[in-house]
């Protein structure tokens, strides 16, 4: 599960085979929330250097300012979000749209009341969420565990 809130962003996706790499491209340009299901940084997408490099990755981007990274713990009891992968996007000029991922496609919608529902299920999350300080520790201990 890989949650973005992101107002700023005109476009992104996820990729199906390395979603925690393609996110992690992804967060290069952005700001914004981002919300990870703790299972991104313990599930291997990859060899151990590759996981050690994305989590060292994530670690650097939550340093940013404007980037708010947050790790959804193992021990949670929501399982809003756990279906498919979801972004929030809007900015100046255009309307609030979500994007919703499922084990077989995508789809973008405009739509106000599908928008606000993902939204609330968003802040839900986000507010499940570890804070910020207690998931980049986390992201550094998986670096860690991922080098070793």
């Known amino acids: 599960m890989i949650l973005v809130d992101n107002p700023s962003t005109r476009g992104s996706s996820t990729c199906r085979s390395d979603p925690l790499a393609q996110h992690a491209r992804d967060l290069r340009l952005q700001d914004g929330k981002h919300s990870l299901d703790e299972g991104v940084l313990t599930r291997p997408t990859g060899s151990e250097a590759v996981m050690a490099e994305q989590m060292a990755h994530l670690a650097a981007l ?7 990274i947050r790790v959804l713990p193992h021990n949670s009891w929501l ?3 756990l279906q498919g992968a979801f972004i929030l996007a809007g900015g100046p000029g255009m309307p609030d749209m979500v994007y919703l991922e499922s084990i077989i496609t995508g789809q973008i919608t ?4 599908r928008v606000r529902e993902v939204r609330l299920k968003y802040e839900m999350l986000h507010n499940e969420a570890l804070p910020r300080r207690a998931s980049l520790q986390l992201i550094r201990e998986m670096a860690e565990k991922w080098t070793n």
């Open 110 to 113: 405009a739509d106000s009341e």
């Open 62 to 68: 939550d340093e940013h300012p404007r980037i708010n």
């Open 79 to 81: 399982t809003t979000g």
